[in-house]
């Protein structure tokens, strides 16, 4: 039998594998693992339960000390039954190239996080946008940073996010900026008259800096309206454009309706070109 | 007949290849093949059937032993043949960085999972919002996560995505936030009256915050209606925004069925140019 | 003559290139590949025929073979012309690291396939939904996963998606899933009463779990309807939404045109502008 | 002059890089270059002419000749002006590193037709669908494999493709697969009559199945239609459903045109709302 | 108890792990984080508040010094407790391999920046335009670039998009620039006196250049207009050219408005195929 | 002012940068760059002009001649004030792995050009199509092929995407192709009256082949029209489908003229739901 | 204090970290980075100013002095406090990793273009299309390549885009090229009537070629219109084909006008199903 046991399978550097060695291994790790998830179950629904710590962290906790269990014991039992680590070299390079590779987004997360600190691209309270999302920086981590939107959710939104691409921060700026809105109206209006009109809303609005002054672009002859922009400037507003375009439009729509300018349906031309005659016997 | 078994085809170091060799290897490879999948087809089919375990993790040990035993037998080929492994080193740097960069997606995921137990962007319990997903986590393990969405579909997400993409957590902030419903009446309404209406909705809506307020802005001169965007702050429904929508939009469709405030359909405006003159003989 | 075949053209490290070596290296190499393509035809076409092997096999065996003679026969010949392999040494690495890049989406799908085994995320016989995919599993083997969807097309699919991205197991969870079924309805209609035959719809199929109960949620005003969604909970028909969804759309049909509820059309509101006064002379 | 010519501009290693050497360099590479295209030239044109080997194949043959001319030649000036080619090691191994990378998509595929192979998962003579192609398996070679589909184009799909991506094989099933044809009808119809018709058509067409049975949903509440799926199960027509779909669409046409079953064109409710009344004076 | 304290569980190199060695290293590591962390709110929050530092900087220096502690101090841990780092080559060279990953795509931006510098394809004081951004270059520093449009929002733009992608940059060229407007005109319009019209009109445009002259192209037969484009050359209004657009519109409309030239509604032919005969007793 | 000069900077290995050093340096690097542009512009301007060579061509070499003057002089300067190059060993690595990465798109261009040589997916005189190009191969080079299209354009087109991606060649089948050409008819037709006109079309078509017979596939209840595909077999027409099937759609409108068979204008079923009663008195 | 300054806090190889020594490093690096800022602002302000420099280009000289100043100061003070620089062997890898990978795009654009000047696929004075942009080559330099549009804009291509993507070079080929100018009439129309009108026009063009003659294809059987093409041959307006077109198209409108052939607006059949009857009291 201890013949059997010590038939060597294989040998790198000084390390043999012998059919012994193999059946310590695996009865050693599946004690390994079942203590290991043994020792968690306890810490987390007994010992942390007693500290009133919340649900979510008592189990990270659990499974993060269960992993150091594992990880120290794998290695221990490594050791013991005198399997050389060093053996191991081309499986550990690939794994460290592994590993690395796998690093590769974190780091990249960390290290933005750090130019984020120094080069302050953003800083906590301002107010930025990147990709979709519009709001205020409220934390700046290592890894990420959280923004919440004017809705009240707040985004984790990871650092390298604000390197790779394009950020806009509103509190960098004079806090001057101009919004468009768009106003369409029908064919047949004047043009001049619309202008007069959009310009003089714009004016009447307090939140609309007199200067530079607000501005109307004639835009686009579309299918079945001339289409307006409407360009004001704001200080105010520059957090919640949609809130001034809303007042503009409250006014606007009111105007139109005592000035008789037409904000027209979509407009069709017909030509009937068979069939009437049937209507006519 | 020796002399032709131990024509070497080539050397590389101490190692050569006969042609004696290459028919022992070829043999002792094939019955090791058909041995391991003997051994695998007696454990799922006869052994573990015993046991009464489940067919997929019946299947799943016996490839997982029919894997060790071919591995482990190749390389006890390769020894007893005198095969030094160590000769094959720019073989084995060449699998190593293909194992390494196979491994970059996992290894990702596995760290990605350890930096989500400390940093704890997501818990256990918690409501979250990642890509397309919506719903509550109810396993977080090294390589994924599992979350369980309002249709009680569980989705396995890998661990990767919490890290390297924008993450929604409703669990932490103060679970105040506001939703945006849009609703569109005809242009002859008034908007003021509209604006009203839909604020006594909001209000009447006991599962609506009063403070913030609720609020009503005009969005749009839409092609055939103009378009309002009801906000409404809540804390109770941040799970299922849609069941408050659904309550708000019963309410207002009756509200508006009262008031004679029409919803229009799509408009159109005919000029008819051509043929309406056969119509009159 | 025989100083022109001794002519160097170049030496890396001790073997030098001649002339000579040249023209014996063509011819070699020549006569290599036309020798292993006339095995591998006669293997094909003679040999393996009589053992009535299907033809694919039969091919793929062929160019293995080939491949085999191949390579093994340009090792040889470059081993009796004297040159030493070791002199290619960087080639030799760009090699390397250019198959093991190739090596990369192989091997991350073996690892994956690995981590299915031990991680169980899918295991045979589990309905699984992976990015277009809805199937069956009804093979694990090293690199790919095949899949058989309702329709009995089977597909194979690498199984690095499993580890990759987002994966249904509808087989995790109690299978108490909730569908959603939209209905549209006329505006002339009362979204109550709607809400109240689509319950009773859902109440009188048996396959519809009483509790969770069913559900409708008043959804969107749309252009020509309003929108509902009928929400309920099976356990029976997880695998075939689709034919839930067909008998609850046959009863609905029926009952909404016992209670003259109207699906509607699309509408259109016409404003004849010009042209009408041309229809009276 | 001789002083001016052996200045050395700079040395690495062993090596200097003298004015002389310089010239001498040019004047020996501009002239490899004119002998080997003055060699491919009278190869292709002359040479190869005699022989009647196809256009294509002959300047293939040249460019390759011409490029091992001119590759030996550059190693064997560098080697006659002493220049030890170990001193450009930093650049070898850049220039490894390049090569390695671009080998990477290329060995990927030749790893990829190994696999195939080995694996099997598509065979020569099989019918199978990968990305946007589906056809017949007529080579499948080292780096490609050549697909022939219905039409008799044959496209040369990079073998990796069968590797990354999801592959459908239908040979490797029974060959009982169920197909899906949409059919819409009136929203004036029965529901029922037209499940009833649907499957009577298919169970008059002899190349369906009849077990598993045809099948009939009611799949939507169309714009201007009910959509029904007729789901049939065939083994003769797997390769071919656009034939089997046009034999059930002629006899669907058919029936419903003898049954007074209306396929609807697309609907509008109209709701003239100002304008009518001018015309009536 | 010394005895417990002092097992090993593995050793790397000379290093070893002991149980006692564990908990010293866990305790002192806890220590570390926790002082740190309180270092760093009393700079924040007591000593640079003082100084009158804004908010948002206070809290970035706050974090850098708290990380240099780390850092520093977790060194320090190993280094009192005799742990070789160099043991840690393997994880030190897939850590190093991984920051380098990480750091990819910040060099590729500050090497970028410094291409920036030498080559000057965009200086400050630019106009230029780079994917969707369209403004002036007011800052250039290492990492990005900052471009203020003319809406007078600033966008930071990282680097590499300067060096990866199309830069148009109109301060380059002699910044005689031509813009295409489109025009549509109904079929019934005679196509020459439209194109007289558009060129009178850019004529009397004061900011057009006279040489080169401006244009009209014949563009498209489109559905229901015949649709021109105006091509006029500037040098004013190169940043502005939807101010210039707006100028000429106004007068087109005003123009065409004179001249009876009509802009056309989406047109449509009728023919009425059923129905009408009901219409007629 | 000699001790200022000797000022040791920092020192690698065995070079140490003094402040003199340092501005001969830069003076050296100044005069080289002035230089190398002076000598560029006289061999462009004056003596390449003398040769009568394309000015194209010329600044090509002007350039070539100018980068080999700045490369050696830089390495010449270095040389001369003692640096050794070595020195900078990781910078040199880095730039190594830099220009390797540089290079892998432009080697992976290399390489597939070599396997186009050898393998021959494509040939000089072949007509392919891939990704978008449709054209006949002109010129395969090392790094790209020439493509002209039907419209006479040639494209350049680099080798790898011969070998990435699906390539199909029409001259490696029979040349025996199916196309594929869509009919629409109004739904009042009888479909086996449309089937039997198209094949006598394509049978009076000489460009068609008898065997394999055309044929006619009903595809689709479309909204308007009954969709029919007519499947023709031709030899002549590979390279120009589109020439035949404009010759047999003058033959298939000029027949289904005589024939009375409407391809239909789009459809619209009309409801007047509102408003009608208006229109009588 | 001088046992507190002296407290090693780590070592890596011979140098070891002492807080005195953290100390002086802090203070020395701040009064780097003020000083070179200082000498920074003072050049571009004061002595760059006399000089007439253009203000964007002193700013980079002045960032460029900056940033050597920061470099060889860093360096410099890291030798004068014996931080031996060999010792961050680890950390330099892994920078030297980074910036080789941050440099691979750079090197791509640099290598591309001495591919560009050696291949010379494009050439200044070349009239070339890529991607989006179709314009004149005016600029070659190391790393971009400058095109002028048709309408003046000059736009900066990075080289490597002429390597990695299809170019169409409009100067390479004989500058003989066929346009495609698609043409709609109405159904009622005569398809041989309408292709002799348009090659009569295509002929009295004096711009398009006899020889290839002009052709016209039946290319589509539209909703509303016969769709032809008009494919004609130039040599003359191969930079401005929208030139020819509009020419061509001008005078189509005119004979089609003369001839009467019409240009169909959208076409729609309508079926009054029901409310006809209302019509008709």
Request: aromatic content about 10%; cysteine-free.
């Amino acid at each position: 039998f201890n013949d059997l046991m010590s038939v060597k399978l294989f040998s790198i550097g000084d390390s043999s594998l012998t059919i012994g060695l193999l059946i310590t291994l695996i009865i050693s790790v599946t004690i390994l693992f079942l203590l290991s998830e043994w020792i968690r179950r306890v810490l987390v629904n007994r010992v942390l339960k007693r500290y009133r710590i919340e649900r979510g962290t008592r189990q990270s906790v659990g499974i993060i000390v269960k992993y150091i269990l594992v990880i120290a014991g794998l290695f221990s039992i490594m050791q013991t039954n005198g399997i050389d680590l060093s053996a191991f070299g081309i499986l550990a390079g690939a794994l460290g190239v592994g590993i690395g590779f796998g690093l590769q987004n974190i780091t990249n997360n960390f290290i933005s996080g750090l130019i984020i600190l120094f080069e302050q691209p953003i800083k906590i309270g301002d107010r930025i946008e990147v990709g979709d999302i519009n709001g205020d920086v409220i934390k700046i981590s290592a890894r990420s940073t959280t923004v919440v939107t004017n809705d009240n959710i707040s985004v984790i939104i990871p650092n390298s996010q604000f390197i790779d691409s394009q950020v806009i921060n509103w509190s960098h700026n004079d806090r001057k900026v101009r919004f468009n809105f768009p106003v369409g109206v029908s064919y047949k209006e004047n043009p001049e008259k619309v202008k007069k009109i959009l310009l003089e809303v714009a004016d009447q609005n307090e939140h609309i800096l007199k200067t530079p002054a607000p501005d109307v672009l004639f835009d686009e002859f579309d299918d079945s309206s001339l289409n307006f922009i409407l360009r004001v400037w704001t200080s105010e507003y520059v957090n919640k454009p949609r809130v001034l375009k809303s007042q503009l439009y409250f006014e606007i729509f009111r105007r139109f309706g005592e000035e008789n300018i037409e904000i027209p349906f979509p407009q069709r031309d017909i030509h009937i070109i068979s069939g009437a005659e049937k209507l006519n016997n």
